[in-house]
């Protein structure tokens, strides 16, 4: 019988490895690693924390090895045709995209419900072209999303602060995350939407702390920490995944 899984870290090399952690009646520590599920550490009862993370440790050239793999594959997946059976980012998790081929259909719609992106099309509509077509209605759909959930995240953190954003506005951001101007506006990148909870709260508290410091002094992020204490496992997150988060 497997227990409850547990929220563990372990640092390899230069990267901090979130994985989660369970114990069974197995007799041997038994890892995996998948693009939905994440890296998972099935141990034996009774063996400490400290026990699997120097196991953990002894196996760096299986996971660092199998990490990359798997990210390869995830950025393979990242260059879409667009077609039934692909699977698109949101909130941090992967849904299947199902298209329809509909008669007298005139313009193409896309709705997400179900967990599963659902898109119809005019059914004169070649394969080739259908990047063209459905691209744009993902786009529309991220930064509809985006859009209310930097206003839910940011109304729930401004309790933390005594200024208000001037102006809070999602578009597109070459090479940033978010954005603060020194008249406190607000900018952030709609790629975010694809990232977890998590870490999209890490960007939007970043760019409210910039309201108070408009550098990345030591004030700063001891400002972030008081509010995320955990902002360090997130930034990495971010660092090391961030460039999967796009369409």
């Given at each position: 019988?497997?227990?409850?899984?547990?929220?563990?870290?372990?640092?390899?090399?230069?990267?901090?490895?979130?994985?989660?952690?369970?114990?069974?009646?197995?007799?041997?520590?038994?890892?995996?690693?998948?693009?939905?599920?994440?890296?998972?550490?099935?141990?034996?009862?009774?063996m400490?924390?400290?026990?699997?993370?120097?196991?953990?440790?002894?196996?760096?050239?299986?996971?660092?090895?199998?990490?990359?793999?798997?990210?390869?594959?995830?950025?393979?997946?990242?260059q879409?045709?667009?077609?039934?059976?692909?699977?698109?980012?949101?909130?941090?998790?992967?849904?299947?995209?199902?298209?329809?081929?509909?008669?007298?259909?005139?313009?193409?719609?896309?709705?997400?419900?179900?967990?599963?992106?659902?898109?119809?099309?005019?059914?004169?509509?070649?394969?080739?072209?259908?990047?063209?077509?459905i691209?744009?209605?993902?786009?529309?759909?991220?930064?509809?999303?985006?859009?209310?959930?930097?206003?839910?995240?940011?109304?729930?953190?401004?309790?933390?602060?005594?200024?208000?954003?001037?102006?809070?506005?999602?578009?597109?951001?070459?090479?940033?995350?978010?954005?603060?101007?020194?008249?406190?506006?607000?900018?952030?990148?709609?790629?975010?939407?694809?990232?977890?909870?998590?870490?999209?709260?890490?960007?939007?508290?970043?760019?409210?702390?910039?309201?108070?410091?408009?550098?990345?002094?030591?004030?700063?992020?001891?400002?972030?920490?008081?509010?995320?204490?955990?902002?360090?496992?997130?930034?990495?997150?971010?660092?090391?995944?961030?460039?999967?988060?796009?369409?």
């Amino acid at each position: 019988m497997t227990q409850k899984e547990q929220n563990e870290q372990i640092k390899i090399g230069n990267t901090l490895l979130d994985y989660r952690l369970s114990y069974s009646d197995r007799k041997t520590l038994e890892l995996s690693l998948e693009l939905d599920s994440g890296f998972r550490v099935r141990a034996p009862k009774g063996m400490s924390k400290e026990a699997v993370k120097t196991k953990l440790l002894q196996k760096a050239d299986w996971i660092i090895r199998n990490l990359d793999r798997m990210n390869e594959i995830f950025r393979n997946e990242t260059q879409k045709e667009f077609v039934s059976g692909e699977k698109f980012l949101y909130r941090g998790r992967r849904y299947r995209l199902k298209v329809v081929q509909v008669n007298e259909l005139l313009e193409p719609t896309l709705t997400f419900s179900q967990s599963l992106f659902r898109v119809q099309i005019p059914a004169e509509v070649a394969e080739s072209d259908y990047p063209e077509l459905i691209r744009p209605l993902f786009l529309d759909f991220y930064h509809l999303k985006a859009e209310k959930l930097v206003q839910e995240r940011v109304k729930k953190y401004l309790r933390y602060f005594e200024e208000e954003p001037t102006l809070i506005k999602v578009q597109t951001l070459k090479n940033k995350w978010g954005s603060c101007s020194k008249t406190n506006q607000l900018r952030f990148n709609w790629r975010i939407v694809l990232a977890k909870t998590s870490v999209f709260d890490y960007v939007v508290v970043h760019e409210l702390c910039h309201m108070k410091y408009k550098n990345h002094s030591k004030a700063f992020w001891n400002e972030l920490r008081k509010i995320l204490p955990d902002y360090k496992k997130r930034k990495e997150w971010l660092r090391i995944y961030g460039d999967l988060l796009k369409l």
